[in-house]
């Protein structure tokens, strides 16, 4: 008669049942992409980037979006408010408001072109 192979054993396949088989707790846990996060957020409210972002929205004019704030306000709101928001990303406390929908002609008049207005910071 035959010999029967051993079963498999316990600690293999997709649900080890083994102690320390499969991924440790450590790298399966979603904290750990937190420092990436941080760093780009970081660079995100860097001053070079915001200033650069604020120059962008000047030179094109930028309409207000939902907060119904106007470029020209916009730079006495970031000189008060500035502290504010530069951490409220960096602590997790940013929560992006709704955009603004706006419908603009395409040229030629056939057809529209949808347009996202964000909010500066509420």
Do not use: F, Q
């Not at 192979?5 to 750990?32: C, F, L, Q």
């Not at 992409?33 to 200033?51: F, Y």
């Not at 960096?90 to 072109?113: A, F, N, Q």
Request: proline share 9%; glycine share 10%.
């Amino acid at each position: 008669m035959a010999e029967k192979p051993d079963p498999i054993p316990e600690g293999s396949g997709r649900n080890p049942r083994e102690y320390g088989v499969g991924a440790s707790s450590a790298t399966a846990r979603k904290d750990d992409s937190r420092p990436a996060e941080r760093k780009l957020m970081e660079e995100v409210v860097e001053s070079k980037n915001m200033r650069e972002a604020y120059r962008n929205v000047v030179s094109n004019r930028g309409a207000a979006g939902v907060d119904e704030m106007t470029v020209e306000e916009l730079a006495g709101h970031l000189r008060t408010e500035w502290a504010g928001i530069k951490e409220a990303p960096l602590e997790d406390r940013y929560e992006p408001k709704p955009v603004r929908r706006v419908e603009i002609p395409k040229p030629g008049g056939v057809g529209v072109r949808k347009l996202g207005i964000p909010t500066v910071y509420a």
